[in-house]
């Protein structure tokens, strides 16, 4: 039902910034809570950040709380994160997806089983 597309990833100094899109192809992204994840190179896929649809509710990742921040524009059917004080281990493979629930509990939204509908990722690299 949802069709998600990542962008805004790259190359950045450590103690830089980067803003990363999540855009869906349709008008329904507004109906989804989200989610962003990243993945490192033989790590675990990790929960990054949470918003619900309405914007109302976040949750974020001990380790980006305080630099990382998750925000949402329905009208243009598109999630943001925003991404400040870059660390090299923040060097991962980020995705966005979306939750059919309509609900937004802990711990479930922290687990990518509870996402039905993920995007192809973007590659952030924080160089030191």
């Known amino acids: 039902q949802v069709q998600l597309v990542e962008s805004g990833g790259g190359l950045v100094q450590a103690g830089g910034s980067l803003r990363l899109s999540c855009a869906a192809s349709?008008?329904?992204?507004?109906?989804?809570?989200m989610g962003w994840f990243r993945q490192a190179p033989g790590k675990e896929r990790e929960f990054v950040a949470f918003i619900s649809w309405n914007g109302g509710t976040t949750y974020y990742a001990d380790s980006v709380k305080g630099r990382f921040t998750i925000s949402r524009a329905n009208a243009k059917n598109t999630v943001y994160l925003q991404m400040n004080s870059l660390k090299a281990e923040d060097t991962a493979f980020y995705y966005c997806a979306a939750d059919r629930d309509s609900n937004y509990l802990l711990p479930q939204v922290l687990l990518t089983s509870e996402y039905d509908y993920w995007g192809q990722g973007t590659q952030v690299t924080v160089s030191s």
């Open positions: 349709g008008r329904t992204l507004g109906d989804y809570p």
